[in-house]
């Protein structure tokens, strides 16, 4: 099973559109992209890119600086990213209208959508109008809509399984908005943090998460982090103001998540009315939903039937998704569910050359030293292809395993 990659949003300052884009930048994406952004948003006789190295309370990170007709927003002293777009007041059907016309992808397109339907809806709310009717003052302009496009394109482009969040600090004091003088978090971003973790004290004084920066946490997140997970990268994107007593940076990391020990749920169901030849589509069916294992074995039930006892095992965000699996593919009538604590090996993972063709390793982490399993479909495959038997295959690739291992480990120590 490949490893799953996952994002890990870190707002411990706070979060802002531009800090999204500056954190992606440096978490390999480069810039390119970016600075291509406002043209494919037929917005370029209009907006340019800058993207800068800066010092954050002695951290390096990146700067993201959109110019909308050469200038860009002058910070204020509650400003926590200087974004608060006191431009030109912009109708959510026009913002709309310009993503459904961009060069970007439909996920990136949908979920830009999205993020403004949440800006109007909360403005909405604040102000007692429909959703549709709203006019956009604190993100209603270009630099803002290059802010959303922008980060949702570049998570799109990392590539990675999941969008997680650590809690989101809220500052404190006032910041100065369209309509005055309002206490953070400003009643939209209120709004917008609705259904998210969040963080009161710390450092930040004034406006450390925008509306912007709110509503992208809610399109992109999928949660908090896994339990278990290995940061492999990270990047800092900066906001506006550099105080002295803390980073004003969000913090990104991409990592693997790993299952060395985690909380699980066991999903189990009895059926005794299940002919053979189906049990392996429900084991498909139930792996496709999420489940990491799926075991079964015949069990006596009532009035004298043979049964199956089917039991997948999967992780808790899984469980609702698996249990319907269960119904979908299976004739249970019901299903039971147990949470408890799973334990394996540390594993990655390696692909081996044999014939040409690649077969990946799993290499565990053993008590005694590094083990190696081949993936059965790959020997599988091979060994149809080669009319070669596949235990002789899967010795072959683990034999090849071991011996590269073996060379890395020597490499690495001259």
Same mark, same amino acid.
């Given at each position: 099973?490949?490893?799953?990659?996952?994002?890990?949003?870190?707002?411990?300052?706070?979060? #802002?559109?531009?800090?999204?884009?500056?954190?992606?930048?440096?978490?390999? !994406? +480069?810039?390119?992209? =970016?600075?291509?952004?406002?043209?494919?948003?037929?917005?370029?006789?209009?907006?340019?890119?800058?993207?800068?190295? $800066?010092?954050?309370? +002695?951290?390096?990170?990146?700067?993201?600086?959109?110019?909308?007709?050469?200038?860009?927003?002058?910070?204020?002293?509650? #400003?926590?990213? &200087?974004?608060?777009?006191?431009?030109?007041?912009?109708?959510? /059907?026009?913002?709309?209208?310009?993503?459904?016309?961009?060069?970007?992808?439909?996920?990136?397109?949908?979920?830009?959508?999205?993020?403004?339907? !949440?800006?109007?809806?909360?403005?909405?709310?604040?102000?007692?109008?429909?959703?549709?009717?709203?006019?956009?003052?604190?993100?209603?302009?270009?630099?803002?809509?290059?802010?959303?496009?922008?980060?949702?394109?570049?998570?799109?482009?990392?590539?990675?399984?999941?969008?997680?969040?650590?809690? $989101?600090?809220? +500052?404190?004091?006032?910041?100065?908005?369209?309509?005055?003088?309002?206490?953070?978090?400003?009643?939209?971003?209120?709004?917008?943090?609705? &259904?998210?973790?969040?963080?009161?004290?710390?450092?930040?004084?004034?406006?450390?998460?925008?509306?912007?920066?709110?509503?992208?946490?809610?399109?992109?997140?999928?949660?908090?982090?896994?339990?278990?997970?290995?940061?492999?990268?990270? &990047?800092?994107?900066?906001? #506006?103001?550099?105080?002295?007593? *803390?980073?004003?940076?969000?913090?990104?990391?991409?990592?693997?998540?790993?299952?060395?020990?985690?909380?699980?749920?066991?999903?189990?169901?009895?059926?005794?009315? !299940?002919? !053979?030849? *189906? =049990?392996?589509?429900? /084991?498909?069916? =139930?792996?496709?939903?999420?489940?990491?294992?799926?075991?079964?074995?015949?069990?006596?039930?009532?009035?004298?039937?043979?049964?199956?006892?089917?039991?997948?095992?999967?992780?808790?965000?899984?469980?609702?998704?698996?249990?319907?699996?269960?119904? /979908?593919?299976?004739?249970?009538?019901?299903? /039971?569910?147990?949470?408890?604590?799973?334990?394996?090996?540390?594993?990655?993972?390696?692909?081996?050359?044999?014939?040409?063709?690649?077969?990946?390793?799993?290499?565990?982490?053993?008590?005694?030293?590094?083990?190696?399993?081949?993936? *059965?479909?790959?020997?599988?495959?091979?060994?149809?292809?080669?009319?070669?038997?596949? =235990?002789? $295959?899967?010795?072959?690739?683990?034999?090849?395993?071991?011996?590269?291992?073996?060379?890395?480990?020597?490499?690495?120590?001259?």
């Amino acid at each position: 099973m490949a490893v799953e990659r996952v994002a890990v949003i870190d707002p411990a300052a706070g979060a #802002s559109g531009d800090m999204f884009l500056g954190a992606l930048v440096e978490c390999g !994406l +480069g810039a390119d992209w =970016l600075t291509d952004l406002p043209r494919r948003l037929a917005l370029d006789d209009q907006v340019r890119i800058i993207v800068e190295p $800066v010092d954050r309370a +002695g951290i390096r990170a990146t700067k993201v600086r959109v110019l909308v007709d050469g200038a860009e927003e002058v910070p204020s002293a509650h #400003s926590h990213d &200087g974004h608060h777009h006191h431009g030109p007041h912009r109708h959510v /059907r026009e913002i709309l209208e310009r993503i459904a016309a961009a060069e970007i992808t439909p996920t990136t397109r949908d979920a830009a959508c999205r993020t403004f339907e !949440l800006l109007a809806e909360a403005e909405g709310r604040v102000h007692g109008k429909p959703a549709r009717s709203v006019s956009l003052h604190e993100v209603g302009a270009w630099d803002a809509v290059v802010d959303i496009v922008g980060t949702l394109e570049g998570f799109e482009r990392l590539g990675v399984d999941r969008i997680t969040t650590r809690p $989101v600090s809220l +500052g404190s004091g006032w910041v100065e908005a369209a309509h005055g003088s309002l206490a953070v978090p400003a009643p939209a971003t209120s709004i917008l943090l609705e &259904g998210l973790e969040v963080l009161t004290g710390g450092p930040v004084e004034g406006e450390a998460v925008t509306p912007t920066g709110a509503a992208l946490l809610r399109v992109l997140s999928e949660g908090p982090p896994p339990e278990g997970w290995r940061p492999i990268a990270q &990047g800092w994107g900066a906001g #506006s103001r550099n105080p002295r007593g *803390y980073a004003n940076a969000l913090r990104l990391w991409i990592g693997e998540a790993v299952a060395e020990a985690a909380r699980v749920e066991v999903v189990v169901a009895d059926m005794d009315d !299940l002919p !053979l030849e *189906y =049990l392996e589509p429900l /084991r498909e069916g =139930l792996t496709a939903a999420g489940a990491v294992d799926v075991q079964a074995w015949a069990v006596q039930m009532k009035k004298g039937r043979t049964g199956l006892r089917v039991e997948a095992v999967c992780a808790p965000d899984r469980a609702e998704a698996v249990s319907e699996a269960f119904f /979908r593919h299976g004739t249970t009538a019901g299903v /039971r569910r147990q949470s408890m604590e799973r334990r394996v090996l540390a594993r990655r993972e390696m692909v081996v050359l044999l014939d040409g063709a690649p077969i990946r390793v799993k290499v565990l982490d053993g008590p005694d030293g590094p083990r190696f399993k081949p993936e *059965y479909d790959d020997v599988t495959a091979h060994a149809r292809r080669s009319q070669v038997p596949a =235990l002789a $295959v899967a010795q072959q690739a683990h034999d090849l395993a071991r011996t590269a291992f073996r060379q890395g480990l020597t490499e690495e120590q001259q």
